[in-house]
T-cell receptor, first 110, second 113 residues
Framework: QKEVEQDPGPLSVPEGAIVSLNCTYS??????FMWYRQYSRKGPELLMY????GNKEDGRFTAQVDKSSKYISLFIRDSQPSDSATYLC??????????FGSGTRLLVRP | DTAVSQTPKYLVTQMGNDKSIKCEQN?????MYWYKQDSKKFLKIMFS???????INETVPNRFSPKSPDKAHLNLHINSLELGDSAVYFC????????????FGEGSRLTVL
């Protein structure tokens, strides 16, 4: 079993839809949780960063962490075609070793 | 003015050859990494250096040898290339301290024939 599980998709939604992306994990020591966005043929870039449990909002993006269920989510409101990318969850304890999910490919149709 | 730059972007080579990938960052970060991304987009850490000291060395064949001549550079040399080494290799950097934001390069796509 992988430490971090993520549905690979692809997830195809119409423009304007609310998108929900999720990851589950097994290591209860994880306390830093991130979402990276990766466009085709590019490197990943940080989208959201959360410490411990709770919600964090940034514009159209909301990250949620539920440590009791070992489950994290990323919500995208009013999705745009420019949001089409692969979204990678990532997490770590207090070390330099960031563990990534396998990524969910999102396609937002105009 | 690229923050993390890797060269070359593309490598096509035969099995058994040796190849190197170079990485440079101009962000003033203390920590640099090599990640490997396979065809299913799974991104896995290989090595990390902090102030030129090796701090992470995952279970990677010893055909892979990283070298950090200074804080701004991290190179990856691969000996005796195998078909399974085909992947995209990403260099990344972060500020000193764990759990920091990673800044990635654009990747070096290696194809072994």
């Amino acid at each position: 079993q992988k430490e971090v599980e993520q549905d690979p998709g692809p997830l195809s939604v119409p423009e304007g839809a609310i998108v929900s992306l999720n990851c589950t994990y097994s290591n209860s020591a994880f306390q830093y949780f991130m979402w990276y966005r990766q466009y085709s043929r590019k490197g990943p870039e940080l989208l959201m960063y959360t410490y411990s449990s709770g919600n964090k909002e940034d514009g159209r993006f909301t990250a949620q962490v539920d440590k009791s269920s070992k489950y994290i989510s990323l919500f995208i409101r009013d999705s745009q075609p420019s949001d089409s990318a692969t979204y990678l969850c990532a997490m770590t304890d207090s070390s330099y070793k960031l563990i990534f999910g396998s990524g969910t490919r999102l396609l937002v149709r105009p | 003015d690229t923050a993390v730059s890797q060269t070359p972007k593309y490598l096509v080579t035969q099995m058994g050859n040796d190849k190197s990938i170079k990485c440079e960052q101009n962000l003033g970060h203390d920590t640099m990494y090599w990640y490997k991304q396979d065809s299913k987009k799974f991104l896995k850490i290989m090595f990390s250096y902090n102030n030129k000291e090796l701090i992470i060395n995952e279970t990677v064949p010893n055909r892979f040898s990283p070298k950090s001549p200074d804080k701004a550079h991290l190179n990856l040399h691969i000996n005796s290339l195998e078909l399974g080494d085909s992947a995209v290799y990403f260099c990344a950097s972060s500020l000193s301290g764990p759990a920091g934001e990673l800044f990635f390069g654009e990747g070096s796509r290696l194809t072994v024939l």
